[in-house]
């Protein structure tokens, strides 16, 4: 499901894991490559909602905060994530950063 993908993607961030990054994104929106920080601490990740992305969709939205540190200083990413089912395997498309 797509809240399940978005949990594992933000894992991978935090392990720096940039072959799972681009293996679970869309190929119609995947960059070549991650410019992964290693000193960006991802620290917490709080899903705030989901819009389908069940096991009978083929499409949905996780929106979810991720709270990380760099250099003394923290911050929060807040996006609304694109999933799409194809193949039987779910995969990032794209999002919105929100306020």
């Known amino acids: 499901m797509a809240e399940q993908l978005m949990r594992s993607r933000y894992s991978a961030f935090a392990r720096l894991d940039e072959a799972y990054l681009l293996r679970t994104h869309h190929p119609s929106t995947a960059p070549a490559a991650l410019d992964l920080d290693p000193a960006l601490e991802?620290?917490?990740?709080?899903?705030?909602?989901?819009?389908?992305?069940?096991?009978?969709?083929?499409?949905?939205?996780?929106?979810?905060?991720?709270?990380?540190?760099?250099?003394?200083?923290?911050?929060?990413?807040?996006?609304?994530?694109?999933?799409?089912?194809?193949?039987?395997?779910?995969?990032?498309?794209?999002?919105?950063?929100?306020?």
Not at 45 to 68: H, M, Q, R, S, W
């Open 42 to 99: 991802w620290r917490r990740l709080d899903i705030v909602g989901t819009t389908n992305g069940g096991p009978f969709d083929n499409e949905g939205t996780v929106e979810f905060k991720a709270y990380y540190r760099q250099g003394g200083e923290r911050g929060v990413l807040h996006e609304n994530s694109r999933f799409v089912r194809e193949g039987g395997r779910w995969l990032y498309v794209d999002g919105d950063m929100l306020a």
